[in-house]
């Protein structure tokens, strides 16, 4: 069992209300905080080597050290709540049951960054959420520790939630800030950065829910305390939001030493696959990242066993590795089918895609027709070429990464379930009536480099 | 780089060329000739703001500078993308 920074006081009861949060020890990194200089604090995060849980992984103190500091403009720090992501749902968890660690984080990482004012822009969808979050700001305001001069330290800090309209684009953090100022979410295009030119112009941070939670026991005990749990350069624990075939799915604070095998079969964890079928494949981080079979998630290609964190999911690149992403953890058994799977995240993003630049708004759309052909028994073998290089020309030439994270599955799908797309096109007939794929894939096939 | 203040050298396909400070990829490869400039449709230059979205004018940087210390090669939209890069 390891020790849990994040989720260790989520079984008591009412943990939601400020009085309990604050006798089992919260806001004590507020307290703590005040006590040292904000370049302090960036220091102590820096050192913790907390990498961004919203996917691409990025260092926060390194990204806060980019923060510019003009003199008479003021700063902001944007907590990215826009949890869009099919199959990641570990945010919500956190927001709902431990609100008051999200607040606590906010207040500590905007001391460090010197922001006054700062947003949690939180999905529309999260309604209720977004109820328990207000209730804890107005809480936490209430007894001082959000609001004018925190503590009698002198340093304001105002806390407000944002809801957004129900766009997976605006968890992209320039259409996010376009979002939060009142216009359309269409992302910016980069450079300026938001460390720059943010929201209103001004610099601004943004992010994810569990990295700002995580400022909360870096600060607590220590940044070097924080490096020692996890591996490498994933320091700390994560969340992992576990769903599909599973037989307990949820959300999983992990240390990022664990092997993906013993997070799907051992009982402590997701506790192995229904009914007694085989694991056939995963997607390890959310939709947008690449699909992998289930000989490749177990061990690398290299045959090392495949742990969950950072580095090993990506081991070896697009061809046999995957991503971290944002943790949304996706098991699919023997008996689903992954292009009919394939068809379904390639809707999401044709619905999703912002419409500004060509590749992405009609690249997904082709993406979208031609798998429902092939689906629906329509398609021919020229339909899988050309699903190649439909995806191929979207990856890397878009303005946010929605347009990769629309070719990255649909890329994967084809490179390691090829027999599956053809088998679509031999056998019209029978994928109509029959709504799985080819059990093979979970068979044990001996991985070679 | 650069010998005057204001100008800067840029090598576009081998062909290297003076232009002021500030000017984007593609205005330095229009000054040389249609058969090095990309094809650019949403961008006009006589609207402020325009260009960047359809990205038929995506170019291969090959090389960076002192000042943007992004990872290279890497494709940007020369509409929207200055010669030598001040922002970060």
């Keep these: 069992?390891?020790?849990?920074?994040?989720?260790?006081?989520?079984?008591?009861?009412?943990i939601r209300h400020f009085g309990v949060y604050r006798r089992e020890g919260g806001y004590r990194s507020v307290e703590k905080a005040l006590k040292m200089t904000p370049d302090e604090v960036l220091e102590e995060v820096k050192k913790s080597g907390l990498r961004g849980r919203g996917g691409a992984g990025f260092p926060t103190g390194l990204k806060w050290s980019f923060l510019a500091k003009p003199d008479g403009v003021p700063r902001h720090l944007v907590c990215n709540a826009d949890e869009s992501e099919p199959g990641t749902f570990k945010d919500r968890y956190l927001m709902e049951f431990i609100p008051h660690l999200l607040i606590e984080g906010m207040v500590t990482s905007s001391y460090a960054l010197g922001s006054n004012v700062s947003y949690i822009y939180i999905r529309g969808e999260y309604d209720w959420v977004c109820d328990i979050l207000e209730?804890?700001?107005?809480?936490?305001?209430?007894?001082?520790?959000?609001g004018k001069n925190i503590l009698g330290s002198g340093f304001d800090c105002e806390v407000y939630m944002h809801r957004g309209a129900g766009a997976y684009i605006c968890g992209e953090e320039t259409a996010l800030l376009e979002s939060l100022e009142g216009k359309r979410g269409l992302p910016r295009i980069k450079p300026p950065f938001p460390a720059v030119k943010g929201v209103w112009d001004r610099p601004t941070v943004v992010n994810n829910v569990e990295t700002i939670a995580a400022v909360v026991p870096i600060i607590n005990d220590g940044g070097d305390e924080f490096a020692k749990i996890g591996v490498g350069k994933s320091t700390g624990t994560k969340l992992i939001s576990a769903c599909g075939n599973l037989n307990k799915p949820g959300v999983y604070e992990i240390d990022m030493n664990l092997s993906v095998e013993e997070f799907i079969f051992s009982d402590e964890y997701c506790g192995g696959i229904p009914n007694g079928k085989r694991l056939?494949?995963?997607?390890?981080?959310g939709s947008s990242v690449p699909i992998l079979p289930a000989n490749l998630l177990l061990k690398t290609a290299k045959g090392e066993t495949r742990l969950m964190n950072y580095e090993s999911l990506s081991d070896g690149g697009f061809l046999t590795g995957s991503m971290m992403g944002s943790g949304g953890f996706i098991v699919l058994d023997e008996d689903q089918c992954v292009v009919r799977h394939t068809l379904s995240l390639a809707r999401f993003y044709h619905h999703e895609s912002c419409g500004q630049c060509s590749p992405c708004r009609e690249g997904t759309g082709w993406l979208h027709k031609i798998l429902t052909k092939l689906e629906t028994g329509k398609g021919e073998m020229s339909d899988i070429d050309l699903l190649w290089d439909v995806q191929r020309r979207i990856e890397g030439n878009t303005i946010c990464p929605l347009g990769d994270a629309a070719a990255w599955p649909v890329a994967a799908a084809i490179r390691h379930f090829r027999d599956e797309f053809e088998w679509h096109v031999t056998n019209r007939e029978e994928c109509l009536t029959r709504n799985f794929g080819l059990a093979h894939y979970a068979d044990p096939i001996e991985v070679g480099v | 780089m650069s010998e005057d203040q204001n100008l800067i050298k840029v090598t576009i396909d081998g062909i290297t060329v003076d232009v002021p400070e500030g000017t984007t990829i593609l205005n330095a490869a229009r000054q040389i000739g249609p058969e090095v400039a990309p094809p650019a449709m949403c961008y006009y230059s006589k609207l402020e703001g325009s260009g960047g979205k359809c990205r038929t004018c995506l170019v291969e940087v090959a090389e960076g500078s002192t000042k943007d210390p992004r990872p290279m090669p890497k494709l940007v939209a020369s509409c929207r993308t200055n010669v030598m890069d001040e922002w970060w």
Excluded: R, S, T, Y
């Design chain 1, 280 to 285: 056939k494949a995963c997607i390890p981080g």
């Design chain 1, 1 to 14: 069992m390891i020790k849990k920074i994040l989720l260790d006081k989520v079984h008591i009861e009412c």
């Design chain 1, 135 to 146: 209730e804890a700001i107005a809480e936490a305001k209430q007894n001082g520790f959000v």
